[in-house]
């Protein structure tokens, strides 16, 4: 896999480590991260490796990211297991209900932002697409997402 070095500001971003973005933080000293040398924007990588996980933002865009990702979308599919039936002993049951719930959310999300699913990446939303998705997702259940699914999966096969 080759790391593609994200753009921002028309220019490549400078591959970096948290000893830079973060000097205070020791902890992440070992992270990488790409940095635009022109607005001092900035994201994170994949962890241990050079990937970017998304495209360079400031601090409200990186906030409004990570908001979006951890209160908004991961509590709606981490529902999905209470949402569903199945044995409470099942831990393999579980895991493939909310691998299969995360997926649908993510396509709920891309196909509603009318987006690519390909593009509909968190690390990679504008403030704008973090405030779209955010009004798209508040108040939204499980049982939506999976009724969404599976009318989907019912088009797709009338149209097959
Ligand atoms: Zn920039």
Not at 18 to 42: A, M, S, T
Not at 43 to 69: D, F, I, Q, V, Y
């Amino acid at each position: 896999m080759t790391d593609i070095a994200p753009t921002c500001c028309g220019r490549t971003a400078r591959l970096t480590t948290g000893r830079e973005i973060y000097p205070n933080r020791r902890d992440l000293h070992w992270k990488h991260f790409y940095k635009c040398d022109r607005c001092g924007n900035y994201c994170g990588c994949h962890p241990g490796t050079t990937k970017s996980l998304g495209t360079p933002a400031n601090a409200a865009t990186r906030a409004a990211r990570s908001n979006l990702h951890d209160n908004v979308f991961d509590p709606i599919w981490k529902s999905a297991p209470a949402t569903s039936q199945y044995d409470a002993e099942d831990h393999k049951a579980k895991a493939r209900i909310l691998k299969a719930a995360r997926s649908r959310l993510y396509r709920y999300l891309a196909h509603h932002l009318g987006i690519d699913r390909d593009a509909c990446h968190f690390g990679m939303f504008t403030l704008e697409q973090c405030k779209r998705a955010t009004e798209i997702l508040t108040g939204l259940s499980y049982r939506t997402v999976r009724d969404w699914h599976y009318a989907q999966v019912k088009q797709e096969g009338k149209a097959a």
